[in-house]
């Protein structure tokens, strides 16, 4: 797991977005969490992301040592229905309850599989995307865009917002600041 935090170190000392968004050290405490599974975490081993020079490194590294982490869903299958919840899932890497400690930031590594929809939903925390591998269309109430490997999307606290995956399966690095970093999403 220490490996993937020092990825992630890298990748947001790099990218001029996440380095304005968020800083952290690799010098955290480490929660010991158990692994867990989600149903959908076995299926990342074996995906073949559609990367970039950039993110091809921690999207290896979160595949090797993937079943170290600890794979969660936040959603009920009333909420988002049974595919969405089957085939997204994702772990905290940093965060109050993540594999390392920080109360200021939480880090999430998530993945959906292709063609999902993750209707319109918003949070109280801040919250920048960078896509890993993959692609998927990205919507707020003023702008649509497709996003892929090595880009970001920044949201506005409460800002409402929702996701399509497109024909191949999203992998991405989901970072929170701010207030409300102890809740979670909310569909609109
Ligand atoms: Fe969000």
Redesign the pocket.
């Known amino acids: 797991m220490h490996l993937i935090l020092q990825h992630a170190h890298m990748l947001c000392n790099s990218n001029r977005e996440l380095k304005n968004f968020c800083r952290f050290s690799t010098n955290l405490t480490d929660n010991n969490l158990s692994p867990t599974i989600a149903s959908a975490s076995s299926s990342i081993t074996t995906t073949e992301f559609k990367s970039s020079n950039e993110t091809l490194p921690i999207i290896e590294t979160i595949k090797k040592y993937a079943g170290e982490a600890s794979w969660r869903q936040t959603y009920s299958i009333s909420e988002v229905g049974e595919d969405f919840a089957n085939r997204h899932c994702y772990f905290e890497l940093i965060g109050p309850n993540g594999h390392y400690y920080n109360k200021a930031i939480r880090v999430f590594v998530c993945y959906w599989g292709e063609y999902l929809n993750y209707d319109w939903?918003s949070?109280e925390a801040e919250?920048i995307y960078y896509i890993l591998g993959g692609k998927a269309l990205f919507k707020t109430k003023t702008m649509t865009k497709v996003l892929k490997a090595n880009d970001t999307q920044f949201?506005k606290s409460w800002e409402s917002?929702a996701t399509e995956i497109l024909d191949e399966p999203l992998l991405a690095l989901?970072i929170w600041r701010g207030n409300g970093l102890d809740k979670l999403?909310q569909i609109d």
């Open positions: 939903h949070h919250e949201h917002h989901v999403a």
